[in-house]
């Protein structure tokens, strides 16, 4: 079954500094993983995903994320903060390789404060 | 503009009294789906559906229940809506070729409801 952890519910950071957003996952196939940023009173829009090819996946606003498969995780980071990066940010999981299709699990959710 | 449109934005009801929140895409997308959102639990599944009369049940379907009987609408139904369902609600739509829906979810803006 998959799952999702984000490790930290909440991150402060200063603006200018780098950030670091946590996930870990557990799936029995290949999963496919997204990063979801949701600002205050808004829908969620997709940062970034990562579909086997690179490992390395880069997505919008200079956020990146790496694909660890030994370590089953998938963090986010991103070189230096900026005040509008603000926001809930979820880590997802699906396993359309894994005869699971359709299913979409979220992580709680990790809320990044960013301090001028 | 593409877009997910979900009605009503905002709902206050008592309970019992059974309710629709209405879904509906314009992007001719195959995959459907229904989120529930609670502080603390990130986003959880309700329902999905991968096509035209073809839905699932995700991983909080109780007390909900939901159609596709065209492509573009996928109606979220509360038969007897208790206070538990209080909650803030979303609507997402995503490609699905091939049988893999390893696509950008589309989210529309969130209807929050609360039941009294």
């Given at each position: 079954?998959?799952?999702?952890?984000?490790?930290?519910?909440?991150?402060?950071?200063?603006?200018?500094?780098?950030?670091?957003?946590?996930?870990?996952?557990?799936?029995?196939?290949?999963p496919?993983?997204?990063?979801?940023v949701?600002?205050?009173?808004k829908?969620?829009?997709?940062?970034?995903?990562?579909?086997?090819?690179?490992?390395?996946?880069?997505?919008?606003?200079?956020?990146?994320?790496?694909f660890k498969?030994?370590?089953?995780?998938?963090?986010?980071?991103k070189p230096?903060?900026?005040?509008?990066?603000?926001a809930?940010?979820?880590?997802?999981?699906s396993?359309?390789?894994?005869?699971q299709?359709?299913?979409?699990?979220f992580?709680?959710?990790?809320e990044?404060s960013?301090?001028? | 503009?593409?877009?997910?449109?979900?009605?009503p934005?905002?709902?206050?009801?008592?309970?019992?009294?059974?309710?629709?929140?209405?879904?509906?895409?314009?992007?001719?997308?195959?995959?459907m789906?229904?989120y529930?959102?609670?502080?603390?639990?990130?986003?959880?599944?309700?329902?999905?559906s991968?096509?035209?009369?073809?839905?699932?049940?995700?991983?909080?379907?109780?007390?909900?229940?939901?159609?596709?009987?065209?492509?573009?609408n996928?109606?979220?139904?509360?038969?007897?809506?208790?206070?538990?369902q209080?909650?803030?609600?979303?609507?997402?739509?995503?490609?699905?070729?091939?049988?893999?829906?390893n696509?950008?979810?589309?989210?529309?803006?969130g209807?929050?409801?609360?039941?009294?």
């Amino acid at each position: 079954a998959q799952s999702v952890t984000q490790l930290d519910s909440h991150v402060s950071v200063s603006e200018g500094t780098p950030v670091l957003l946590r996930c870990n996952y557990s799936s029995s196939y290949s999963p496919s993983l997204f990063w979801y940023v949701q600002h205050p009173n808004k829908g969620l829009q997709l940062l970034l995903k990562y579909t086997s090819a690179a490992t390395l996946v880069k997505g919008i606003n200079g956020f990146e994320a790496e694909f660890k498969k030994s370590e089953t995780s998938f963090h986010l980071t991103k070189p230096s903060a900026h005040m509008s990066d603000a926001a809930e940010y979820f880590c997802v999981v699906s396993d359309w390789g894994g005869g699971q299709g359709g299913k979409l699990i979220f992580g709680q959710g990790t809320e990044l404060s960013v301090k001028p | 503009e593409a877009q997910v449109t979900q009605n009503p934005r905002y709902l206050i009801t008592v309970t019992g009294k059974k309710l629709t929140v209405t879904c509906s895409q314009n992007m001719n997308h195959e995959y459907m789906s229904w989120y529930r959102q609670d502080p603390g639990l990130g986003l959880r599944q309700i329902y999905y559906s991968m096509n035209v009369e073809v839905t699932d049940k995700g991983d909080v379907p109780e007390g909900y229940k939901v159609s596709r009987k065209e492509k573009r609408n996928f109606p979220l139904i509360l038969e007897s809506p208790s206070p538990n369902q209080t909650s803030l609600y979303f609507c997402a739509s995503s490609l699905l070729l091939g049988g893999q829906g390893n696509y950008e979810q589309y989210f529309g803006p969130g209807t929050r409801l609360t039941v009294t």
